[in-house]
C-alpha cells in the first residue's frame, strides 16, 4: 500500500477532482493531499490510495453511479497497489440499491481447477512447505476479478467496462510515483520476483530496487485493460489473455539460473471458460436495531461478524468499562472464531450451517460462555449451531490455518444513495511472484487459502482443495442500514484479521460513541481463537491492558493491522469518507462537492 501520495501530470483531470474535493487547488507538479476523512455531497469515495480515490470521484462526476465508480476505483488500485490486488486475483462485492432498498452480494472468489482435488498441495503424501506452495503455478486459482466487475455493471452500473477503466489505463500509461511503501514492499518480494523475468523486468527495473521519487509506469497493464474494454470479459476467460495466463501457471516461466522450483498448477483454459461469478443472499444479523449485512460463504466474514455481534448483543457495551468492552470484544471473537473454523467453507461443497451460525438462538448459547471476570481458554471448542445448547461444545478444537493479508478494501456512495463495500485482492504481497508475460498483472495464490491437509485429525475439514472449489476467505465488506436506509459501510484488507478489524470498526461507531474516522483509526487488536491476541502497539500501549491480562487475555505484538476505509450518509444528506490517518501510510477520502 502506499505511504506517500503521488501524483501523475498528465492525469489533470483526476488530479482537479481530487483535489476540488478535498482541498483547494494545488500548483501544478504538487502532489494532491491524502486525507483521512472529507464530508460532502453528491458521493464519497473512500481507498488507501490516492490516485485510487481520484479515479472514482472523477467518474462520480462525470455522472457514473456508486458500482461505476468502484470498478473505475478497483482498476487503479490494480495499477498502484499491485501486490495487493489486481485482475490476476478475486473478491467480494457488497452493494445496497437505493432504487430497491435492497443489498446484494457478487462472490468473485477464485476457483481451483476441476482436475483438483484433496491432494492438491501434497507431494509423496506430505504436505509442501508454504512457501513452495505460494510461488507456484499451484497456488492460482481462477481470477474472479474482471467477471465481477462485468457483472457488477452489467447488473447495477449505468458505464461500460470500458470507460469504467479509463482512467486506470492513464494512470498506467503515464505512471505514478514510488514511495517508500512500494519500495519496501518490493524489497520483501525481492529474492522471488528475481527469479521470473518478467517479474523482474516490470517490478526491478535494471535489477534494482524501484528509486523512491521515481516514475512508475506499466504500460503492459494499460494494454490489457484496453483490450478487456474493447473485447469484453471474454479475452481473460476465452480468449487470448486467458490462454496467457493458462500458459504462465501451467509453466511458471524461472528463470532457469535461479534454481528455484516452480510447481506447475493444473488450472486450463476450460477451467478459465467455466467460471463464473456467484450471486448470494447476503449475511444479516439485527443488532441494536440496526441491519448489517455482509458477504456469505465461501467467506467466513460475514458468518464470522455475524455471529460475534449476537454473542455481544447479550452485553450492553455502550455502558461498560473499557476494559470490560475490551474483554467482551475478544471473548466474542474467540468464539465465532472456534465456530468459524469448524463449519466454513465453499457451499458448494459441504453443508454451511450459515443461518444457524447466525441464529439468535445459538448466539444465545454461545453468549454464555462469556464471563466478565475470567477470559476462555484457547483454543476453544465449537459449539454445533444445528444443535445449539447452552455453553455446550461440538468435538475438538479446530485451530486456524494461514492466510494472506495483502489486500485491498474500497468504499463507494453516490448522489442516489447506493453505496458499494468492495474488498478485493491477490492473497498475500506479491501474490504467486509469477507476472504474466507482456501483460502487466501478477497472478493470485488464492489456493494456499485452503487447508493443506485436515487441521484436526478425524473431523471433517471444510476447507480442504476439491474440483472448482472456492477456498474459504476472511473478507467481510460490510453495510450497515438504519430504518431501510443506508448509516455506514465498511471493511479492511488483513487477512483472517479482517473479520476482527471489521468488527471493532462496527463496535466502535454502534456502541462506544465513535466517529466513523475514529473508529477506523483506534487501536486494534485481533483473537482468532488463539492463546495470544495480537494486538497493534498502540493497543498494548493501553491503560486497560493491565486489566484485562489480570482477566487472563494475553497479548503479543500483532504489528500493524488491516487499512479500514468507509462511508457514511448522514441525516442532511451529506455523505462522509473515511480513511486510515497512518496505517498503510494513510489513506484517501474524498467527496464529490466539499462541505466547509
Not at 450492553?316 to 468459524?340: C, G, K, P, V
Not at 451460525?357 to 466478565?372: D, N, T
Not at 476505509?565 to 462522509?576: A, F, N, Q, S, Y
Request: aromatic fraction near 8%.
Amino acid at each position: 500500500m502506499r505511504a506517500l501520495v503521488r501524483f501523475v501530470p498528465t492525469l489533470a483531470l483526476s488530479t482537479a477532482l481530487i483535489c476540488s474535493a478535498v482541498a483547494p487547488a494545488q500548483a501544478e507538479g504538487a502532489a494532491p493531499p491524502k486525507t483521512p476523512e472529507a464530508v460532502g455531497y453528491g458521493g464519497a469515495v473512500a481507498s488507501v490510495d490516492a490516485d485510487a480515490t481520484a479515479a472514482g470521484i472523477e467518474v462520480l462526476r462525470r455522472g457514473g453511479n456508486a458500482v461505476d465508480a468502484a470498478v473505475a476505483t478497483a482498476a487503479a488500485l490494480g495499477v498502484t497497489e499491485p501486490y495487493s490486488t489486481g485482475i490476476g486475483g478475486g473478491g467480494y462485492f457488497v452493494y445496497y440499491d437505493a432504487h430497491t432498498g435492497r443489498v446484494s452480494t457478487i462472490d468473485g472468489r477464485e476457483t481451483a481447477s476441476r482436475s483438483a482435488d484433496s491432494s492438491l498441495f501434497l507431494e509423496n503424501g506430505k504436505p509442501l512447505a508454504f512457501a513452495d506452495a505460494v510461488t507456484s503455478g499451484l497456488s492460482v486459482g481462477v481470477p474472479g476479478t474482471a467477471a465481477t466487475w462485468q457483472r457488477a455493471l452489467d447488473l447495477w452500473g449505468s458505464r461500460s467496462l470500458a470507460e469504467a477503466l479509463k482512467p486506470a489505463e492513464r494512470i498506467a500509461d503515464h505512471g505514478f510515483l514510488v514511495d517508500q511503501t512500494f519500495q519496501d514492499q518490493t524489497a520483501l518480494n525481492q529474492d522471488r520476483f528475481k527469479d521470473f523475468p518478467d517479474t523482474r523486468k516490470l517490478f526491478l527495473p535494471g535489477g534494482r530496487l524501484p528509486v523512491i521519487g521515481s516514475t512508475f509506469r506499466n504500460p503492459d497493464l494499460a494494454a490489457t485493460y484496453r483490450e478487456l474494454g474493447r473485447e469484453g470479459v471474454d479475452a481473460l476467460y476465452r480468449g487470448d489473455l486467458g490462454a496467457d495466463i493458462v500458459k504462465t501457471l501451467q509453466h511458471p516461466p524461472v528463470d532457469p539460473a535461479s534454481g528455484r522450483t516452480a510447481r506447475p498448477g493444473k488450472v486450463d483454459a476450460a477451467d478459465l471458460a467455466a467460471y463464473r461469478v456467484d450471486r448470494r443472499q447476503p449475511t444479516h444479523v439485527d443488532y441494536r436495531g440496526y441491519d448489517v449485512y455482509g458477504i456469505a460463504p465461501s467467506s467466513s466474514g460475514g458468518t464470522t461478524v455475524g455471529e460475534a455481534l449476537g454473542i455481544l448483543s447479550h452485553s450492553d457495551l455502550a455502558s461498560l468499562s473499557s476494559t470490560q468492552y475490551y474483554h467482551r470484544f475478544l471473548e466474542a471473537s474467540r468464539i465465532a472464531f472456534a465456530d468459524r473454523n469448524r463449519w466454513v467453507g465453499d457451499p458448494g461443497f459441504s453443508d454451511v450451517p450459515t443461518r444457524q451460525l447466525l441464529s439468535p438462538q445459538f448466539a444465545a448459547a454461545r453468549a454464555c460462555l462469556v464471563s466478565p471476570d475470567h477470559a476462555l481458554t484457547s483454543p476453544l471448542a465449537p459449539g454445533d449451531p444445528r444443535h445449539p445448547a447452552a455453553c455446550a461444545s461440538s468435538g475438538p478444537a479446530v485451530p486456524e490455518t494461514y492466510e494472506g493479508q495483502s489486500t485491498s478494501h474500497l468504499t463507494v456512495a453516490d448522489r442516489w444513495g447506493n453505496v458499494v463495500s468492495y474488498t478485493l485482492t491477490i492473497e498475500q504481497t506479491g501474490g504467486s511472484g509469477i507476472t504474466v508475460p507482456g501483460r502487466g498483472f501478477l497472478l493470485n495464490n488464492e489456493l494456499t487459502d485452503f487447508s493443506f491437509t485436515p487441521v484436526t485429525p478425524g473431523v471433517p475439514d471444510p476447507n480442504l482443495p476439491g474440483p472448482a472449489k472456492r477456498p474459504r476467505s476472511s473478507i467481510s465488506p460490510t453495510i450497515v442500514l438504519r430504518d431501510g436506509k443506508p448509516f455506514f459501510a465498511t471493511g479492511s484488507p488483513g487477512g483472517a484479521t479482517i473479520i476482527t478489524t471489521a468488527l471493532q470498526v462496527l463496535l466502535g461507531r454502534i456502541d462506544r460513541g465513535l466517529t466513523l474516522e475514529q473508529a477506523i483509526a483506534a487501536p486494534r487488536a485481533s483473537q482468532r481463537n488463539t492463546a495470544l491476541t495480537y494486538a497493534e502497539p498502540a493497543f498494548l500501549a493501553l491503560p486497560e491492558r493491565t486489566a484485562l491480562e489480570a482477566l487472563g487475555q494475553s497479548f503479543t505484538d500483532g504489528g500493524e493491522i488491516g487499512a479500514a476505509t468507509g462511508v457514511e450518509r448522514l441525516p442532511d444528506g451529506r455523505w462522509i469518507a473515511a480513511a486510515e490517518p497512518v496505517r498503510r501510510g494513510g489513506g484517501a477520502a474524498a467527496v464529490v462537492r466539499p462541505s466547509h
